[in-house]
């Protein structure tokens, strides 16, 4: 069964996608893959899922944990590659791209680098991939972060691996911040968690966007559908 | 495509990229060097003794490797005869006259996954990450056991052999 948090996750990022959009997620990415076939199930059948195992909206038999594995690609009538994925978005017809940081600053930009100075840095982090172009292009990031405390979410962050140009959003365990007017806002609230618990977890002064409401309760069917699109719970890694 | 702007992001800084005035528009882009590779190791399905390569399922970015490399090495799960592919030449995915050298390795991928030959182990995986010292990774190396029958194409007692086109070995072997 999967955890509360787990729950509001995914339901939060798969409301944020739109039926007949294009929607893509890199590697390590769980909760984004569940998300997309969540959505596909429910409000946006016509919703084009795209990953970076090159699928085109494939039926995957099980879930894996690695999400660029060959398990995504049953069911796929052609590949579209990571360059293709690129291209795309530089045409303006990436509608939605899932990316995360190690940290994520105030104003919604992204560390995969450095932490500590760059010339002798206390950890070196895997790297951006894309996440620098495809912030730029894309016409909505999601970003995504299961932990939600004042070491991920800062004031500022130490290296801008990538910063957002567009509509974005940043979804965790206790709510969903909106960028609005160059910052992070609180736009939604998990029903089980308050502005106070968000506050004393998160590394800026929060302020709410002026239509911040209680993120939508989950019902008993609501957990059912999500455990019938990942009966594995594969999302558990991520936590 | 070329892009106008990473925005807030250091990269540009960090890597000293320039930008270009495009000669039609005026219109500014940044400009990317190259990577330049010396080798590009690429484990694919299918082989065949020229060096031609097919890349069965994701490809992700493995032709772009080997069109971009000073030399190429491909390791393949099956050796096959050369001009083995020309009934089908338009599924080679990685042309032969890019090609140094091919090794026969099956399970050249282990522990992570090769379409349609092995899923990823994902023990095996975080045990080999956890390796700090070279010895533990090497005893670990030579503890792996494959059931892989040899290459006909190789000799019997070959089980992992390689060839370097040019030398000869590649038809006499």
Redesign the interface.
Known sequence: MHSQQQAYMIASLSRLLRDGETAFHGLASPLPMVAILHAQATHAPHLTYLNIAGSVNPKPLTLPHSTVDPHLLPGTGSLFALVDIFDLAARGRLDNVFLSGVQIDRKGRINMSFIGPVAQPKVRLPGGAGSAFLMQKAKRVLLWKTKHDRRSLVPEVSFCTASPACETYLVTPLCIFKLFDHELRVASIHPYSSLAEIQANTGWQIRCTPDCALTPPLAPADYELIERIDPGGVVAIEF | ???T???????GH?HKWQEVADPYTGEHYLAIPAIQLDWAIIHVQQADLLGNARIF?????DV?LARSARHVLITCEELLPAYAFADQPENTDIPGLLVDCVVYVPHGAYPT?C??HY??V?KEIEKVVSFTETESFLAWFDSLQYPCAPSPLLGSALVQGYLLKGEGGAENA
């Open positions: 495509m070329p892009l702007s990473l925005g807030e992001s250091h990269l960090l399922g994701s490809k992700f970015e772009l996954s379409y349609q899923s990823l994902e």
